[in-house]
């Protein structure tokens, strides 16, 4: 089992839309958890942490079940510019190692 | 706003070949970290450093050498490069191990 697992997608949603991915991950130890961006040919770029208590920053919102090993990304009125793929990362407990999911690739379409 | 520079952004390399990355931060980062993404792969850890002059095997370091002489620089050694080395370079940094890492843009290798 991977430690940390995503849905590659692709998902094609229509402009406007909202969409959620999920990303579960295996160590039970994992402290810190992120949703980073990445567009084609180009460095992840941090979208944002996520928090045992949910977080929101504009259109996109984070949640973390640490009962059951996941985190959600939901992003709500998707915009052609939301196209990219979203990676799911994990960091463990004293390992200062960061443990990227595949990625899910998102679509929005006109 | 530098942030995380990578050197060079495109090489070929032949068979046996050998060639260093350079990576470099301005950000008074602790922690560096090299990755190689390949498709369907994910990125995976080469090797990372927890500050100057140390240095760690990730989870594929065969084939691959580092050094961490100064705080700001983080180099990535291929000694005899093979085809099997044909990736993306991603350069990380973080101020802790546990907060926002932030990338540089990337070192395409071909080895061929």
Known sequence: RKEVEQDPGPFNVPEGATVAFNCTYSNSASQSFFWYRQDCRKEPKLLMSVYSSGNEDGRFTAQLNRASQYISLLIRDSKLSDSATYLCVVNMVGTYKYIFGTGTRLKVLA | ?112
């Not at chain 2, 602790?30 to 989870?59: F, N």
């Open chain 2, 1 to 112: 706003n530098a942030g995380v520079t990578q050197t060079p952004k495109f090489r070929v390399l032949k068979t046996g070949q050998s060639m260093t990355l350079l990576c470099a931060q301005d950000m008074n980062h602790e922690y560096m970290y090299w990755y190689r993404q390949d498709p369907g792969m994910g990125l995976r850890l080469i090797h990372y450093s927890v500050g100057e002059g140390t240095t760690a095997k990730g989870e594929v370091p065969d084939g691959y050498n580092v050094s961490r002489l100064k705080k700001q620089n983080f180099l990535l050694g291929l000694e005899s490069a093979a085809p099997s080395q044909t990736s993306v370079y991603f350069c990380a940094s973080s101020y802790q191990g546990s907060t926002e890492a932030f990338f540089g843009q990337g070192t395409r290798l071909t080895v061929v």
